[in-house]
């Protein structure tokens, strides 16, 4: 479990990274993006550091194995959240590219902290 929250830790991270360094190259090189309206870089940034924020978590249960579940319940806060958001625009929209790349890139890397708490392994 420690490997797969180090590598959400570095996943999630360096996607919040993107988005705080640069707001307006995320928006453009993010699949997908661009068709939800236009670039706020200020917004993008700060949604940025809600991934950083979620990333730290993961990093530091990683690190802790005792106790890791507060940490992964706080990062799954802000990732758990952002997927549920994903899945609700799911049924506004018809099957399509965007729903298997949403699922991938989103619902998959955001729930997955859910395994080790799920598990009950605070201590592998």
């Known amino acids: 479990m420690r490997l797969l929250l180090w590598g959400l830790a570095l996943y999630h991270g360096a996607n919040g990274l993107l988005m705080v360094a640069a707001p307006l190259g995320w928006f453009r ?3 997908g993006v ?5 670039a706020n870089a200020h917004f993008i940034a700060d949604v940025g550091w809600g991934f ?6 993961l990093a530091l249960a990683a690190r802790c194995a005792p106790g890791r579940g ?3 319940v706080a990062a799954l806060v802000f990732l758990g959240g952002h997927a ?9 929209h018809v099957f399509s590219a965007a729903v298997l790349r949403d ?3 989103v619902l998959l890397p955001g729930l997955l902290p859910l395994l080790p708490l799920l598990k009950g392994q605070d201590d592998a």
């Open 29 to 31: 090189a993010v699949p």
């Open 34 to 38: 661009a068709e939800t309206g236009a």
């Open 52 to 57: 950083l924020a979620a990333a730290t978590a």
């Open 70 to 72: 507060p940490l992964l």
């Open 84 to 92: 549920a958001m994903h899945v609700l625009d799911f049924f506004h």
């Open 103 to 105: 699922i991938l890139l």
